[in-house]
């Protein structure tokens, strides 16, 4: 279906067994690579990047752990996850938690029905992204796909999919 767009969140190394991953994180990677297989309408990633800056960003500031900087080995997608993008499906790299051009893009598609999120890390990226997606989309049904998503930690995880139910964004 067309109509429909899964969002995979970055599933990035550094997210998953690298400077911030997480035994959650490596144990989400099996079901991430079957609901890309198994999804029939459009697949976008993104892509947390940062640069040798880090440090001196205000995010580098309260998290002073340098992650995905651009072209380092933690930056790239996880490579069994990677191996299932094809060159149609569009890669937004994204300074911040939310991406504004991600939402920009979907907002295109006058016959979008439904965004699904998956990936990394609940409780900021995810959570974000489907913020903006709601907030530019309001009518799109909006989903997160809660066992194919981790956060920092447990509590954080579950956390943000409360807060999202209260943002009227579908857990599923």
């Not at 997210?15 to 997480?22: C, P, Y």
């Not at 609940?122 to 989309?137: E, G």
């Not at 066992?147 to 209260?166: F, Y």
């Amino acid at each position: 279906m067309e109509n429909q767009v899964l969002v995979v969140v970055d599933m990035q190394n550094d997210f998953i067994d690298g400077a911030l991953g997480t035994k959650e994180a490596v144990e989400i990677v099996s079901k991430v690579k079957e609901k890309i297989k198994s999804f029939t309408g459009e697949i976008i990633f993104t892509r947390d990047t940062h640069f040798e800056n880090y440090r001196a960003t205000q995010e580098g500031q309260k998290l002073p752990v340098p992650h995905c900087i651009k072209e380092s080995e933690g930056w790239q997608i996880e490579e069994t996850i990677d191996t299932l993008r094809t060159s149609e499906m569009k890669v937004f790299d994204k300074p911040t938690f939310g991406s504004v051009e991600l939402a920009e893009y979907l907002k295109e598609n006058k016959e979008l029905e439904s965004v699904t999120l998956i990936g990394l890390c609940t409780d900021i990226c995810v959570i974000s992204n489907a913020m903006v997606i709601k907030a530019f989309l309001p009518e799109v049904k909006v989903m997160v796909e809660e066992k194919c998503c981790a956060g920092v930690t447990p509590e954080s995880h579950n956390n943000a999919l409360e807060a999202m139910k209260m943002c009227q964004i579908e857990i599923v």
